[in-house]
């Protein structure tokens, strides 16, 4: 059974850093896209990064490029999101995901890592 | 990059009836058009890709339709289960987006 489980949220002031990881089983994660989608209290789901299976090609959405990273390690089976330059706005669920059969559509997601960034 | 507008935002139905959500895209993405499901406090759940192609596991009263700007995700008749907001997401270039969501609530 596919099981995703992100941690390392929590409260960070403005301009601070935080590092989600999301600990993958029951599937090839070595062979799988995987992606950071957010959502904002009582908002909308927003896409934040994917990252290909070798970790060679990655994507962003404008509003974090330049400040977020994600990452792997494939060996540990695990997916990363270095979160710099936090601002208020980047306050939201953050929910480690993967893509079905390596294209667009999520068939796992995790249960998601609360990050709020607040003085 | 392209936008989704899903319309209607919130659709009050009663149980039994048919239901219909359209999402537009501002640009053509041929079917890359996902349809995702989520309750509260819950992670979002994979109904539909491809526009039309039905996940394994969800129940055949979901379809979807559509194509180039237009779609919809019909359920064809409402269960109790499906009160929650339904996402629609492009997925044929970067930067991937969602629709705005469209709440389906009980009447």
């Known amino acids: 059974e596919v099981h995703l489980v992100e941690s390392g949220g929590g409260l960070v002031q403005p301009g601070g850093s935080l590092r989600l990881s999301c600990a993958a089983s029951?599937?090839?994660?070595?062979?799988?896209?995987m992606t950071w989608v957010r959502q904002a209290p009582g908002k909308g789901l927003e896409w934040v990064a994917n990252i290909k299976p070798d970790g060679s090609e990655k994507f962003s959405v404008d509003s974090v490029k330049g400040r977020f990273t994600v990452s792997r390690d494939n060996a540990k089976n695990s997916l990363y999101l270095q979160m710099n330059s936090l601002r208020a706005e980047d306050t939201a669920i953050y929910y480690c995901a993967r893509y079905y059969e390596n294209s667009g559509p999520i068939d796992y997601w995790g249960q998601g890592s609360l990050v709020t960034v607040s003085s | 990059d392209i936008q989704m507008t899903q319309s209607p935002s919130t659709l009050s139905a009663s149980v039994g009836d048919r239901v219909t959500i359209t999402c537009r895209a501002s640009q053509s993405i041929s079917y890359w058009l996902a349809w995702y499901q989520q309750k509260p406090g819950k992670a979002p759940k994979l109904l539909i890709y491809k526009a039309s192609s039905l996940q394994s596991g969800v129940p055949l009263r979901f379809s979807g339709s559509g194509s180039g700007t237009e779609f919809t995700l019909t359920i064809s008749s409402l269960q109790p289960d499906d009160f929650a907001t339904y996402y629609c997401k492009q997925y044929n270039s970067y930067p991937l987006t969602f629709g705005g969501g469209t709440k389906v609530e009980i009447k």
């Open positions: 029951g599937f090839t994660f070595s062979s799988s896209w």
